[in-house]
């Protein structure tokens, strides 16, 4: 059975940083981008960043680039999501994903076939 678990979220003040943490089990994911999402409160879910199989190619949403960093690491079949110069319009659930086997990196999330349930990042002001 695939699981995907979120974990590294939290409280935070703006300005600050925090690292999310995507741990895979079932089975392995070297041949497909992974990537994360999230969704505020009332809000649809929205793409963040999305890696590569080998990490070479990232993809960001305009409103995180330049603050987050997305990395992974095949041995441990993990995504990390660094995120730095947190604001409150980051505030929402963060979702780590899988995509259909392939390289193409895509923002939709129709693209992505396994998802965790999501760990709760909350910036204030």
């Known amino acids: 059975q695939v699981q995907l678990v979120e974990s590294g979220g939290g409280l935070v003040q703006a300005g600050g940083s925090l690292r999310l943490s995507c741990a895979a089990s079932g089975r392995t994911f070297h041949d497909h981008v992974m990537g994360w999402f999230r969704q505020a409160p009332g809000k649809e879910r929205e793409f963040v960043a999305a890696a590569s199989w080998n990490g070479g190619n990232t993809l960001y949403a305009d409103s995180v680039k330049g603050r987050f960093t997305i990395s992974r690491d095949n041995a441990k079949n993990a995504v990390y999501l660094q995120m730095n110069s947190l604001n409150p319009e980051d505030t929402a659930l963060y979702y780590c994903?899988?995509?259909?086997?392939?390289?193409?990196?895509?923002?939709?999330?129709?693209?992505?076939?396994?998802w965790g349930r999501g760990t709760q990042v909350t910036v204030s002001s």
């Open positions: 994903a899988t995509s259909f086997p392939g390289h193409i990196i895509r923002e939709t999330s129709g693209a992505y076939n396994y």
